[in-house]
């Protein structure tokens, strides 16, 4: 099995271990629908916001869709795509790790990603980091 190297890789590993649970707060103005419907929209980081769901949705999840950065060489208003190989693995780690924490077992992850970085996806997912025997 390959296994994908990078200078900060040790340290990136362990990152969502690091990350502090932090309450979610409902925001009345912003707030629409029935409370109890367990439907959300988190405002935030989302690191910070996949750790506060754990709690509440650990081994639950059967369905995840995440569409990160392509990292083309793009500039836009809310991200930077245009991050070096090490840094765009060291931001996708820690939010993989967290995601396979709130996937049930039977549940599936999708990802949307262009040709710039799916090499290195492919080699995350395939590296123990989601385990494909549960």
Same mark, same amino acid.
């Given at each position: 099995?390959?296994?994908?190297?990078?200078?900060? $890789?040790?340290?990136?590993?362990?990152?969502?271990?690091? #990350?502090?649970?932090?309450?979610?707060?409902?925001?009345?103005?912003?707030?629409?629908?029935?409370?109890?419907?367990?439907?959300?929209l988190?405002?935030g980081?989302?690191?910070?916001?996949?750790?506060?769901?754990?709690?509440?949705?650990?081994?639950? #999840?059967?369905?995840?869709?995440?569409?990160?950065?392509?990292?083309?060489?793009?500039?836009?208003?809310?991200?930077?795509?245009?991050?070096?190989?090490?840094?765009?693995?060291?931001?996708?780690?820690? $939010?993989?790790?967290?995601? $396979?924490?709130?996937?049930?077992?039977?549940?599936s992850?999708? #990802?949307?990603?262009?040709?710039?970085?799916?090499?290195?996806?492919?080699?995350?997912?395939?590296?123990?980091?989601?385990?494909?025997?549960?």
């Amino acid at each position: 099995m390959p296994i994908l190297s990078w200078l900060t $890789r040790n340290e990136d590993v362990k990152a969502a271990e690091s #990350v502090p649970y932090k309450l979610l707060e409902r925001a009345e103005t912003l707030s629409y629908g029935d409370a109890a419907s367990g439907n959300m929209l988190i405002q935030g980081d989302n690191l910070e916001a996949l750790k506060a769901l754990l709690p509440y949705y650990k081994g639950q #999840v059967k369905c995840i869709y995440i569409d990160p950065p392509y990292n083309t060489g793009s500039a836009f208003e809310h991200y930077d795509d245009n991050l070096e190989h090490s840094k765009w693995l060291a931001m996708m780690w820690p $939010r993989l790790t967290l995601l $396979r924490e709130l996937l049930a077992k039977e549940g599936s992850l999708w #990802v949307n990603i262009d040709d710039d970085e799916a090499h290195y996806l492919k080699i995350i997912l395939g590296s123990g980091l989601i385990d494909h025997s549960q």
